[in-house]
């Protein structure tokens, strides 16, 4: 891993409310340049929810974002890109009628005297592709023509041509075969070549373990652990994420352990049933 002293992107104290929800409390998140940050938990974990607060799409209610070791505020999506956040989303966004070529530029169509530039970028579709390694048939195949690993692969060399130094992929590998699965994991690596953070939501923890520095564990809308995939068996991380590790039986030798005198075990257990009294769980 080639990181950098400091992160490029680091979130502390985050915490979002919906209603009576509490999606998400005092969550803390970093990403070195050079890493492959995972983002895993169960269903309504809140990994969503953080997604969308770093995207800028739904701000947090308190906590602070810091990028380049600057503070900053993440209101709209505008002020993400602005930053170098790119987000690449489960849904992908591509049109379907629409060649690699107009995908890769839409929005951002390259003019010359007042008129579409194809050429200029074509060849630019070309340089971007090839120096990720994507394998194409054309770039001027329509999309509806692409495999699925060929249309996550040119959602994700879109966003990049902002240069971006953040990477978000919500589950970039769902829905796909084997095959398809492996390319995009080869392109999560060359990202991470490229120098870019990277944060990876994934329910695959195969994949997980095959391409992430570092795994970040969300339960019920709070921090449940950090590790590393390296050193870390599936298992534990699975635990981390059910809560597997907090029963009647952990609790009891939790208590048994403690020193005399010593009642932070039993106020520890007090507040992890009162959170899970309080997080229903949102996104």
Same mark, same amino acid.
């Given at each position: 891993?080639?990181?950098?002293?400091?992160?490029?992107?680091?979130?502390?104290?985050?915490?979002?409310?919906?209603?009576?929800?509490?999606?998400?409390?005092?969550?803390?998140?970093?990403?070195?340049?050079?890493?492959?940050?995972?983002?895993?938990?169960?269903?309504?974990?809140?990994?969503?929810?953080?997604?969308?607060?770093?995207?800028?799409?739904?701000?947090?209610?308190?906590?602070?974002?810091?990028?380049?070791?600057?503070?900053?505020?993440?209101?709209?999506?505008?002020?993400?890109?602005?930053?170098? &956040?790119?987000?690449?989303?489960?849904?992908?966004?591509?049109?379907?009628?629409? *060649?690699? !070529?107009?995908? $890769?530029? /839409? =929005? +951002?169509?390259?003019?010359?005297?007042?008129?579409?530039?194809?050429?200029?970028?074509?060849?630019?579709?070309?340089?971007?592709?090839?120096?990720?390694?994507?394998?194409?048939?054309?770039?001027?195949?329509?999309?509806?023509?692409?495999?699925?690993?060929?249309?996550?692969?040119?959602?994700?060399?879109?966003?990049?041509?902002?240069?971006?130094?953040?990477?978000?992929?919500?589950?970039?590998?769902?829905?796909?075969?084997?095959?398809?699965?492996?390319?995009?994991?080869?392109?999560?690596?060359?990202?991470?070549?490229?120098?870019?953070?990277? &944060?990876?939501?994934?329910?695959?923890?195969?994949?997980?373990?095959?391409?992430? *520095?570092? !795994?970040?564990? $969300?339960? /019920? =809308? +709070?921090?449940?652990?950090?590790?590393?995939?390296?050193?870390?068996?599936?298992?534990?991380?699975?635990?981390?994420?059910?809560?597997?590790?907090?029963?009647?039986?952990?609790?009891?030798?939790?208590?048994?352990?403690?020193?005399?005198?010593?009642?932070?075990?039993?106020?520890?257990?007090?507040?992890?049933?009162?959170?899970?009294?309080?997080?229903?769980?949102?996104?």
């Amino acid at each position: 891993m080639t990181a950098a002293d400091s992160p490029v992107l680091a979130l502390s104290g985050i915490s979002k409310r919906f209603g009576a929800v509490q999606a998400l409390t005092d969550v803390s998140l970093e990403v070195y340049p050079g890493e492959v940050v995972a983002l895993v938990g169960d269903n309504g974990a809140g990994k969503s929810t953080l997604i969308k607060v770093i995207a800028g799409v739904g701000p947090a209610d308190t906590g602070e974002i810091r990028w380049e070791d600057r503070p900053v505020n993440i209101t709209k999506p505008a002020d993400a890109t602005g930053l170098g &956040i790119a987000t690449v989303y489960q849904d992908l966004a591509l049109c379907d009628n629409l *060649d690699v !070529v107009a995908n $890769l530029f /839409l =929005g +951002r169509e390259l003019t010359r005297t007042r008129v579409l530039d194809e050429i200029g970028m074509e060849k630019r579709s070309r340089e971007l592709l090839g120096s990720l390694s994507v394998r194409l048939p054309s770039v001027r195949v329509p999309v509806a023509g692409l495999s699925g690993g060929q249309r996550q692969s040119v959602a994700i060399a879109r966003s990049l041509l902002g240069e971006p130094k953040v990477v978000l992929l919500d589950e970039p590998t769902a829905a796909l075969g084997v095959a398809q699965t492996a390319e995009v994991l080869d392109l999560v690596e060359r990202l991470r070549e490229r120098g870019l953070g990277v &944060i990876l939501i994934s329910h695959n923890l195969a994949d997980v373990k095959a391409v992430a *520095d570092r !795994v970040v564990v $969300l339960r /019920l =809308g +709070r921090n449940a652990g950090a590790f590393d995939p390296d050193q870390t068996s599936q298992e534990e991380i699975v635990q981390a994420i059910t809560g597997a590790l907090d029963n009647a039986v952990t609790r009891r030798r939790a208590r048994s352990e403690a020193p005399p005198g010593d009642s932070a075990a039993g106020s520890s257990v007090d507040s992890s049933v009162d959170e899970d009294r309080e997080l229903g769980g949102e996104g």
